[in-house]
């Protein structure tokens, strides 16, 4: 079974650009979160899916971030128009919504570097 | 408010060495869940372990151990005789009940030389 993905693993912007990030989670897996690590940080929370509705975005930094999850299958994570401290690395994460218990199951993350 | 915090920002030891990794959380739920994850070089986040509250057991699984101490509301991982595939970040975090979200702390850089 394929585990979480997420594209691209690796974004240079430049200030004031957009980006778009990608999550697949693991198949049938209703419940999709994204996280997001400033360098040398914790690891913090932005936003949480229960299939394509948002049951959480009080994570989220402020109004240049946007996510979606059409169809509750893949989500996307739009930054526009990005800052300097919007560099880190962001994960997503999925998890079963009767299954499993509360085990996310992390991505690979995509490092996202604005100059 | 809840909180982890891993005071221990990177440890370096040799193999077969044992080493133990700090984890203390704040939270004034009485019911929550702790977890363990390793960042492996690869980047992905690997599930170790969960522990509910109310579980004060210690587990082992196989060189990995874990010590649930609520009176110190601390949540340590020990490796015993360390590998050097054991090199990672290691990170423990909070989730608190009717939530969904995880808090972490700041993560452990484990080394592990030959």
């Known amino acids: 079974e394929a585990g979480v993905t997420q594209f691209p693993s690796h974004s240079v912007i430049e200030k004031g650009q957009t980006v778009t990030l990608r999550c697949d989670p693991i198949s049938g897996h209703d419940n999709l979160y994204w996280y997001r690590r400033v360098m040398g940080k914790e690891i913090k929370f932005l936003l949480h899916?229960?299939?394509?509705?948002?049951?959480?975005e009080s994570g989220m930094p402020n109004n240049r971030f946007l996510a979606e999850r059409t169809g509750g299958t893949y989500s996307t994570l739009k930054v526009q128009p990005a800052e300097l401290e919007d560099s880190g690395v962001y994960f997503c994460?999925?998890?079963?919504?009767?299954?499993?218990?509360?085990?996310?199951?992390f991505g690979p993350g995509t490092r996202l570097t604005v100059t | 408010a809840q909180k982890v915090t891993q005071a221990q920002t990177e440890i370096s030891v040799v193999e077969k060495e044992d080493v133990t990794l700090d984890c203390v959380y704040e939270?004034?739920?009485?019911?929550?869940?702790l977890f363990w994850y390793k960042q492996p070089p690869s980047g992905e986040l690997v599930f170790l372990i969960r522990r509910n509250s109310f579980d004060e057991q210690n587990e082992i699984s196989g060189r990995y151990s874990w010590n649930f101490q609520k009176s110190t509301s601390s949540f340590n991982f020990t490796i015993t005789a360390s590998q050097v595939v054991d090199s990672a970040v290691y990170f423990c975090?909070?989730?608190?009940?009717?939530?969904?979200?995880?808090?972490f702390g700041t993560g452990t850089r484990l080394q592990v030389f030959p």
């Open positions: 939270t004034r739920d009485t019911t929550y869940y």
């Open positions: 975090a909070l989730r608190v009940h009717n939530t969904d979200k995880l808090i």
């Open positions: 899916f229960v299939k394509e509705s948002k049951q959480d």
């Open positions: 994460a999925s998890s079963h919504l009767l299954i499993g218990g509360y085990e996310q199951y």
